[in-house]
């Protein structure tokens, strides 16, 4: 029954949408794509099949129903933007496949680790390191930090079953509170920041480069990272605080690591390379997708991947069929004048003078809708360019807009237990109990809003960008 509702529901939807008449103002073919696109995005929230699935069936309805070619349907596909999200995937695969991001982390905690709350320092830093080539937040999580925080825990008898307040539940709040952080900060450390990126350009026409988005999240998020897990250690403190004895573990492990290899020198370059293209774009020109075919490149020449990985990197092919379609459309709903009506229908609805409160009011109804989400994707797709117009017709700079938008779209992932990718992977480890997953979750938002919407705006004001 709840997958046959899982079908009806965006159906209903679309079908419903399709067959009211079209609002003076546009054309039938935009409302009627604006139709299929909404039933895109319910269908994405219920998943009667994987979003991808989902995908591959709208772009056949489009096509069928004459609402666009299917080359039109399909145009999304050629966007650079999801092409350097397939590139971040790779980059994520070589750091596993490697062992260099656990060799970071393990190098981090034997430098750093002596207590509990350094512990959780040195796996926020690890995080951080890592995020920039990781836009797979939930590999980032579950293929490096989590297994070396569960073997952290272990090695002091927390276990889920017994003793987990010891030291276990400590780190496993610390290090999702941290990762919904580190997912905020750069366009390439979480799959749906591209979309953002994609959708500020075709529905606003502003660019939003890899440099602007890591200049304005530098700062806020730099401070967010020092303050949550001291704020997790004082709400939710671990019994034991001394931690030299796991330090000393993992300085055994990475002994037994042995000396780098050249595959991870490789990969420490070309992780190198990346971001000083990325971050230096504006003076060298070279596009942020072509630096990632730069490194994928030099990373099949040194054989430190091979074909069959990137053949077999499914997350980068999910995300380059979903995120294509959702560009495709977006991009036509853009052409055919949609998003102009629409801003200018909430725009009449906004007093002249208020952008403060439209502001205000778009990015906590964005970070709090999230409670009834279980996917930033979805949560991006259906409500990035709705709130961005609300404010932004409203009078507010356009590019605080959308970067604050897009930096909500992560933090909101801090609420629940199922918000993204990386919480069930933490949350079925059995440390923390539901209630207070959404308690925590809940002071670690404010905390965060605080940070990035007053002192971040702040900042985005001092550098300029707005």
Wanted: with cysteine; net charge positive; glycine share 10%.
């Amino acid at each position: 029954m709840k997958k046959l509702l899982n079908w009806i529901i965006p159906a209903v939807f679309g079908i419903g949408l399709w067959f009211i008449p079209t609002p003076e103002g546009l054309t039938p073919q935009s409302w009627h794509l604006f139709a299929i696109f909404v039933a895109t995005i319910v269908g994405f929230i219920t998943q009667p099949l994987p979003i991808g699935g989902v995908s591959i069936i709208v772009i056949t309805v489009a096509a069928l129903t004459g609402t666009l070619k299917i080359g039109e349907a399909i145009s999304g596909f050629a966007n650079s933007a999801i092409w350097l999200i397939v590139g971040a995937f790779l980059f994520s695969r070589g750091f596993i496949k490697t062992g260099l991001g656990k060799r970071i982390a393990y190098n981090l905690i034997a430098a750093f680790g002596s207590s509990s709350l350094r512990l959780a320092y040195a796996l926020a830093l690890s995080d951080l390191i890592l995020a920039p080539a990781t836009p797979s937040n939930t590999a980032r999580v579950g293929g490096v930090i989590m297994p070396i925080t569960t073997s952290l825990a272990k090695a002091f008898g927390s276990e889920p079953q017994d003793g987990p307040r010891k030291i276990g539940s400590f780190l496993m709040q610390s290090i999702y509170q941290v990762n919904t952080i580190t997912s905020a900060m750069f366009q390439t450390s979480m799959a749906g920041n591209t979309l953002v990126a994609a959708l500020a350009l075709q529905s606003f026409g502003i660019g939003i480069t890899w440099g602007d988005w890591a200049m304005a999240a530098i700062v806020p998020g730099i401070i967010a990272l020092i303050i949550m897990p001291y704020f997790i250690y004082k709400v939710y403190p671990p019994e034991i605080t001394d931690a030299r004895e796991a330090q000393q573990m993992i300085k055994e492990e990475l002994k037994g690591l042995g000396k780098m290899s050249f595959q991870e020198w490789v990969m420490l370059g070309v992780f190198v390379l990346a971001l000083v293209l990325w971050a230096t774009s504006q003076f060298t020109k070279i596009d942020a997708t072509t630096v990632a075919f730069l490194g994928i490149s030099i990373l099949l020449a040194t054989s430190v991947l091979v074909w069959d990985d990137v053949k077999s990197e499914k997350g980068a092919w999910d995300t380059l069929v979903w995120m294509g379609t959702l560009m495709g459309f977006a991009g036509f709903l853009s052409k055919l004048d949609f998003i102009k009506w629409a801003t200018v229908l909430v725009g009449g609805y906004i007093p002249e003078g208020s952008w403060i409160i439209a502001f205000v009011i778009a990015v906590l109804i964005n970070t709090y809708s999230h409670y009834v989400f279980a996917s930033l994707t979805a949560h991006i797709s259906a409500m990035f360019v709705a709130f961005s117009a609300i404010a932004i017709s409203a009078g507010a700079p356009p590019m605080l807009t959308l970067l604050m938008i897009a930096f909500t779209s992560n933090l909101c992932m801090s609420l629940t237990h199922y918000a993204a990718g990386p919480s069930p992977v933490i949350f079925n480890t059995g440390y923390v109990p539901q209630n207070t997953w959404w308690k925590l979750g809940f002071f670690a938002s404010v905390i965060n809003l605080i940070i990035f919407m007053g002192l971040g705006s702040v900042w985005m004001k001092a550098i300029g960008m707005w």
